[in-house]
């Protein structure tokens, strides 16, 4: 018996940190970005994937929030000790804010729900996607699991949760690589220590909030220089938190001589991904190839 599942990656486009603590985000889910789990019967408890082939329970701790999504659903299976061989299949990138972790949680859980005919509900899908996001990070909005599990463009509040914006802003984003691994709970663990001693951080996080809604509004609007604006602020803000890196701060340089409308870093920071705001692809094919000693990878997305 064999049962998979294919699940996509996502950006943050605002509202990375500030959505932690209770303020919006708006984050887009990435198709062309994705992983398929597949569950089939073993020989043990195995897991296949790019970095680890290995005994399940034995995989670097790297792997803990995927540990306990397995632990979990066999519990609920009612069959602790069964052996199973999972394979993940596709790349995302780890540690760069494409929500590898989350991708992988939901496609472990949704597969094997599949697999033992368990017929969770969404919700009791999300709430064990969500834990091992927890156990990955330190401390999860919810963001990445909502946007994962989204076709649309999620708009987030971690009280009212996902809400889908189904609206086009009719420009490009450019997606970069940095080739650099964020850390996302030693980001995360870096802004409480900002927020425990500095009232500009506490009101740096405050305004990103405030920018999540207002690029909502524009985003409706189709207002792209606006939406450009606000990327630019929030990469100030989110750079005065520690988060930004040389490499990040030169990409943000070449973006604008080359005519993007804004660029922020995205995601937990410290590395990562950053995304430019264009008018169109020529524009974000022409920063892509002026940055390629700066970066791994890049994707085009029209959004």
Same mark, same amino acid.
């Not at 049962?3 to 985000?25: M, P, Q, R």
């Not at 076709?151 to 809400?163: C, E, I, S, T």
């Not at 650099?180 to 009232?199: C, F, H, Y």
């Not at 506490?202 to 405030?210: A, C, D, H, P, Q």
């Given at each position: 018996?064999?049962?998979?599942?294919?699940?996509?990656?996502?950006?943050?486009?605002?509202?990375?940190?500030?959505?932690?603590?209770?303020?919006?985000?708006?984050?887009?889910?990435?198709?062309?970005?994705?992983?398929?789990?597949?569950?089939?019967?073993?020989?043990?408890?195995?897991?296949?994937?790019?970095?680890?082939?290995?005994?399940?329970?034995?995989?670097?701790?790297?792997?803990?929030?995927?540990?306990?999504?397995?632990?979990?659903?066999?519990?609920?299976?009612?069959?602790?000790?069964?052996?199973?061989?999972?394979?993940?299949?596709?790349?995302?990138?780890?540690?760069?804010?494409?929500?590898?972790?989350?991708?992988?949680?939901?496609?472990?859980?949704?597969?094997?729900?599949?697999?033992?005919?368990?017929?969770?509900?969404?919700?009791?899908?999300?709430?064990?996607?969500?834990?091992?996001?927890?156990?990955?990070?330190?401390?999860? =909005?919810? +963001?990445?699991?909502? /946007?994962?599990?989204? !076709?649309? $463009?999620?708009?987030?509040?971690? &009280?009212? %949760?996902?809400?889908?914006?189904?609206?086009?802003?009719?420009?490009?984003?450019?997606?970069?690589?940095?080739?650099?691994?964020?850390?996302?709970?030693?980001?995360?663990?870096?802004?409480?220590?900002?927020?425990?001693?500095?009232?500009?951080?506490?009101?740096?996080?405050?305004?990103?909030?405030?920018?999540?809604?207002?690029?909502?509004?524009?985003?409706?609007?189709?207002?792209?220089?606006?939406?450009?604006?606000?990327?630019?602020?929030?990469?100030?803000?989110? =750079?005065? +938190?520690?988060?930004? /890196?040389?490499?990040? !701060?030169? $990409?943000?340089?070449?973006?604008? &001589?080359? %005519?993007?409308?804004?660029?922020?870093?995205?995601?937990?920071?410290?590395?990562?991904?950053?995304?430019?705001?264009?008018?169109?692809?020529?524009?974000?094919?022409?920063?892509?190839?002026?940055?390629?000693?700066?970066?791994?990878?890049?994707?085009?997305?029209?959004?």
């Amino acid at each position: 018996m064999k049962s998979s599942y294919l699940a996509h990656g996502k950006v943050i486009l605002i509202g990375e940190h500030s959505v932690v603590y209770g303020y919006d985000a708006l984050a887009l889910p990435i198709k062309a970005l994705n992983i398929r789990t597949t569950v089939e019967d073993g020989s043990q408890m195995w897991m296949d994937t790019a970095r680890y082939h290995g005994p399940y329970f034995e995989a670097p701790d790297e792997y803990n929030g995927l540990k306990y999504v397995v632990k979990t659903i066999l519990k609920k299976a009612g069959q602790p000790d069964a052996k199973l061989k999972i394979t993940y299949t596709g790349e995302i990138p780890m540690e760069r804010g494409l929500g590898s972790s989350a991708t992988v949680a939901l496609g472990t859980t949704k597969a094997m729900n599949q697999f033992f005919n368990l017929q969770m509900t969404e919700n009791e899908i999300m709430a064990i996607t969500n834990h091992a996001e927890m156990i990955n990070h330190g401390k999860a =909005s919810g +963001l990445d699991a909502a /946007t994962v599990h989204s !076709d649309y $463009l999620v708009f987030f509040n971690k &009280q009212a %949760g996902p809400k889908k914006l189904t609206a086009k802003l009719n420009s490009t984003l450019l997606i970069m690589d940095t080739g650099q691994l964020g850390n996302t709970k030693e980001a995360v663990t870096k802004v409480r220590q900002e927020m425990e001693n500095s009232i500009q951080a506490n009101k740096g996080i405050e305004r990103l909030g405030v920018l999540a809604d207002q690029t909502k509004k524009a985003w409706i609007k189709q207002n792209q220089e606006q939406v450009g604006k606000i990327f630019d602020e929030a990469q100030t803000i989110l =750079s005065s +938190l520690g988060l930004s /890196t040389d490499r990040i !701060d030169q $990409l943000n340089q070449i973006a604008h &001589q080359k %005519g993007c409308l804004g660029f922020k870093l995205s995601g937990g920071g410290l590395g990562g991904i950053v995304i430019a705001l264009c008018l169109n692809s020529e524009t974000a094919e022409k920063i892509a190839q002026a940055s390629k000693d700066l970066i791994d990878h890049y994707w085009v997305e029209e959004i």
